[in-house]
Structure formats: structure tokens, C-alpha cells
């Protein structure tokens, strides 16, 4: 398959506008006092970011051939998830970056205590938001319990937590490649599987899709990682809207430190080029995923 960029692009951003649309409604749903947890909240939600596992979500909704729409707060809770990651992870005691998507990281704007608290309140949030739907019309209990289950492993201490634990203890020293590999599987491979997989479990999909989403979604997840070190290496600063290095100066193995950045592009084209043949058993209807891995290789942010 050929990736058409600019067709791509367009589709990637009318995918992000709606994501944009439902995050605003659901985060009013949500609102109330005190006013500046609230505000920092849609501060760290609605500063531009990619949106690429809401939509893993409402992609997985439509290959099982359900109603996408009861997805939608799905797709928001797992946003408010990974923003939640993002504001932790940005933390002085963490990565103590000051910029994020190129605006002040929210911990700069609302001060430390706020931030940690604003990290936890979209955490808890999201598992509201998906508790909540089990009121809404056409969604299966049983289904959404599952998918509650799968989220809540995918970002808990054997998951993204764990991950980041990892992180956070391999700073200052080499790690070797399958440490490098579990690290990532965890911080940021199992949201983007949870992700595509609760759209497809929500929307009632049979094993055999759920299991061929799955390796897509690990794929892609390393894949993800790959190019996103990378970028952290050559990436254009105005662009990725955070310092360039910054993994460097926290002292962080990365892929291009371990491998160079020729063998590091080869990795990322060995996992889209898995990510693809995962997909065997859809048809076009899986065409925009196939695209998506295609643009990992090409993404500039």
C-alpha cells in the first residue's frame, strides 16, 4: 500500500477535530468546583495534542461494526488517561520538562501541588466517564466491564505505571535491548492496545479480530516509540513542541543510543511492516490503520 501524505492528513485531522469536539462536551460534563482543578484539567486535555488513541478507539468501534457513537466517551475517558500520563510524566520529579505541545507544561502554569492533583482528577474522571455509559443506550454491560478491565491493566503498575517505573529506574545508566522493549511495551505500547482493542470488545467483535487488532497495536506501539526517539534526536524543536535532547539530558537509553539512528529506522520499518501484515483478515474497511502505520515513518511530531 502507498501512502497517499496529504489525503492521510486530512483524514488524521477530521478524526482530531472530532475528538477535540467530544473531549470539550465531555470535560463540561464533568466541571464544577473548585474552578482552577477544572481549568487545569482542560488546560492539559485541550493543548493540541495528537488524539491518536481516542481514535484508535472509534477505529476499533467501526471495524467491529457497531454503532461508533457509543463510543465516543470511551474515546474521551482513555484521552483523559493518557493527558493525565502526560502531566505526571512532566513533573520536576519526573521528566521536569517546561514545555508541552510547545506551550508550558501544566505544572508550570498551576504550580506542582495543582498538577499532581489535576493528573489525578483525570484519572479518576475517565473511569467515571466509562462508568457512566453503562447508561447510555445500545452499550452492553458485560462488554463495557470487560473493557473497564482492559484499560485499567493496560495503565496500572503492570502496564503504563510500571513502565514509567522503569523509566524513572534506568535513568543514569545503559540498559540493555529487552529491558528497552519491556520498558516501552509498558509505558506506552498497552494504552495504544487497550485503546483499539475496547472500541472493537465494546462494539462486540469476535476473538479473532480483537487478536488481529492486538499485534497491529503492539506493532505500532513500537513503532511509535521508535520514531518518537528519533524525533528526540533530529526532530525540528518548533515542531514536536518540547526541547530536542531532552532524553539525552535526562540520560535515557532510547533506540538511536542503543542502535544508531540507521538501525533504529530499519526497527521502525520492521514494525510497520507488521503492523500491516496483521491486518490480513480486514479488508479496506482497516485501510486507515494501514495508512496510520504507514505515517509513523513519515510524522514529523
Keep these: 500500500m502507498q501512502l497517499d501524505l496529504n489525503a492521510f492528513k486530512q483524514q488524521l485531522a477530521l478524526r482530531k477535530q472530532l475528538v477535540d469536539d467530544l473531549l470539550q462536551e465531555c470535560l463540561k460534563e464533568i466541571d464544577g468546583y473548585p474552578p482552577v482543578i477544572h481549568e487545569a484539567m482542560r488546560y492539559a486535555v485541550m493543548n493540541g495534542g495528537k488524539r491518536l488513541r481516542p481514535i484508535l478507539v472509534l477505529e476499533g468501534a467501526a471495524l467491529a461494526g457497531g454503532n461508533v457513537q457509543s463510543a465516543h466517551h470511551l474515546a474521551c475517558a482513555v484521552e483523559m488517561i493518557h493527558c493525565y500520563s502526560l502531566v505526571h510524566d ?4 519526573m521528566d521536569d520538562d517546561e514545555l508541552r505541545r510547545g506551550k508550558p507544561t501544566c505544572h508550570i502554569v498551576f504550580g506542582e501541588a495543582n498538577a499532581i492533583l489535576t493528573g489525578d ?5 475517565a ?22 478491565r482492559e484499560i485499567a491493566a493496560a495503565v496500572g503498575s503492570r502496564g503504563m505505571i510500571g513502565g514509567q517505573v522503569i523509566d524513572l529506574e534506568s535513568e543514569d545508566q545503559e540498559i540493555d535491548y529487552p529491558t528497552l522493549q519491556r520498558l516501552h511495551s509498558m509505558k506506552t505500547g498497552e494504552l495504544f492496545r487497550a485503546s483499539l482493542k475496547a472500541g472493537a470488545i465494546l462494539c462486540g467483535m469476535a476473538k479473532p479480530g480483537i ?7 503492539q506493532s505500532f506501539g513500537l513503532a511509535f516509540q ?8 533530529q526532530g525540528a524543536e518548533e515542531i514536536i513542541g518540547k526541547p530536542v535532547g531532552s532524553d539525552e539530558k535526562n540520560l535515557k537509553t532510547t533506540y538511536p543510543s542503543l542502535f544508531g539512528l540507521d538501525r533504529s529506522l530499519q526497527l521502525a520499518s520492521d514494525s510497520v511492516q507488521a503492523c500491516l501484515d496483521s491486518l490480513a483478515r480486514f479488508g479496506t474497511e482497516a485501510d486507515f490503520l494501514r495508512q496510520l502505520a504507514l505515517f509513523t515513518l513519515q510524522r514529523e511530531s
Design 211 to 217: 487478536d488481529a487488532l492486538d499485534a497491529y497495536a
Design 127 to 148: 473511569f467515571e466517564v466509562m462508568a457512566a455509559m453503562a447508561e447510555k443506550p445500545g452499550v452492553v454491560a458485560a462488554r463495557l466491564l470487560r473493557v473497564i
Design 90 to 93: 512532566d513533573l520536576p520529579a
Design 226 to 233: 521508535i520514531t518518537d526517539d528519533i524525533l528526540d534526536v
Design 121 to 125: 482528577a483525570l484519572l479518576t474522571g
